[in-house]
């Protein structure tokens, strides 16, 4: 009985899953409609190609659809920006999963790592994947917070809270997207499907912390700072119409690098790595630090670890 019941089960769930997938057909369908309907010239120039409109889920996609795309990415990225770049698509590793420790007793606001990771991430200059907030001291009050705070930096009284994606183990932006174009992968790092995104936003609403970021427009990004080395899940240039966020860095960080914005930072704040083994920075500050999470009681299980020292 139980054996009957664990297959049905199974196979409701499998068909609620193409029944997803085929629902996202439709809406990328009503939606290209309507922006050839609706929007500008810009719009309509920019509409999906024939390739691009029927191209399937990135997890569906064999080596040689993904050889088609980087290499059609490639060429769009040298005629609209007038810049040679290759597409990667580094898989995770075995037996990693990443985590990010920040140490607010040695942040000092200086915003090095939201300068770094607008260039590492080819994200338009009018905003990055990182905020910082200025904070007063003895209180927690995020909402109290300010990102344009002016002048030298640290001021008295004050301390600074970065806040980026937390790559939560219980993601609700994944909960949230009707067309499961955004997923956690096995080393912990939430990535998005940009060719699958349709632009509708849920995920964005569903993220406490702020962390997505919608495109209202096509990104602007001076072609003498466009970073050519790029992930198709990560830093690759993204549409119009789509939402992004941080990804750790999953083009630098999959092959031992470490995430451009840690690189940047003057003060040792940042410290990234694998918690599965003992001997990273990570499972060492874990251990021994008074750790902690924001916003906790929602229980969206964050990778992204705060302390002070």
Same mark, same amino acid.
């Given at each position: 009985m139980t054996t009957d019941r664990s297959k049905r089960n199974k196979l409701f769930l499998e068909k609620k899953l193409e029944e997803k997938i085929e629902r996202r057909t439709f809406l990328k369908g009503l939606a290209t409609g309507l922006g050839l309907?609706? $929007?500008?010239?810009?719009?309509?120039?920019?509409? +999906?190609? %024939?390739?691009? %409109?029927?191209? =399937? #889920?990135?997890?569906?996609?064999? @080596?040689? !659809?993904? =050889?088609?795309?980087? &290499?059609? *990415?490639?060429?769009?990225?040298?005629?609209? #920006? #007038?810049? &040679?770049?290759?597409?990667? !698509? #580094?898989? @995770?590793? !075995?037996?990693?999963? $990443?985590?990010?420790?920040?140490? +607010?007793s040695k942040c000092n606001g200086n915003r090095k790592c939201v300068e770094a990771c607008q260039k590492e991430n080819n994200t338009d200059r009018s905003f990055s994947y990182i905020k910082v907030l200025e904070m007063e001291n003895?209180? $927690?009050? +995020?909402? =109290?917070?300010?990102?344009?705070?002016?002048?030298?930096?640290?001021? &008295?009284? =004050? %301390?600074?809270?970065?806040?980026q994606c937390n790559q939560c183990d219980? @993601?609700?932006?994944?909960?949230?997207?009707?067309?499961?174009?955004?997923?956690?992968?096995?080393?912990?790092?939430?990535?998005? !499907?940009?060719?699958?995104? *349709?632009?509708?936003?849920?995920?964005?609403?569903?993220? @406490?912390?702020?962390?997505?970021h919608f495109n209202f427009r096509t990104p602007e990004i001076p072609e003498n700072e466009i970073n050519p080395d790029q992930g198709y899940l990560s830093n690759r240039i993204r549409p119009r119409g789509v939402v992004e966020k941080c990804t750790f860095c999953l083009h630098r960080t999959r092959v031992g690098k470490l995430p451009a914005c840690l690189e940047a930072c003057p003060t040792g704040a940042r410290k990234f790595g694998n918690i599965l083994d003992p001997e990273s920075d990570v499972a060492k500050i874990i251990k021994n630090e008074r750790v902690f999470v924001l916003k906790e009681e929602l229980n969206t299980l964050p990778r992204f670890y705060y302390f002070f020292s």
């Open positions: 309907a609706l $929007f500008s010239p810009e719009k309509t120039a920019n509409a +999906l190609s %024939f390739d691009e %409109f029927w191209q =399937k #889920h990135y997890k569906e996609l064999t @080596p040689e !659809d993904k =050889k088609r795309i980087f &290499e059609r *990415i490639e060429k769009q990225t040298l005629e609209r #920006h #007038h810049t &040679e770049v290759k597409i990667s !698509d #580094h898989r @995770p590793m !075995d037996g990693v999963e $990443f985590v990010y420790c920040l140490n +607010l003895g209180g $927690f009050n +995020l909402e =109290k917070g300010t990102t344009h705070y002016l002048g030298p930096v640290p001021k &008295e009284g =004050k %301390f600074y809270l970065p806040v219980n @993601p609700p932006c994944v909960k949230a997207c009707p067309v499961a174009a955004t997923w956690k992968e096995k080393d912990g790092i939430v990535v998005i !499907d940009y060719d699958w995104c *349709i632009g509708c936003r849920y995920c964005q609403a569903a993220c @406490p912390y702020e962390a997505r």
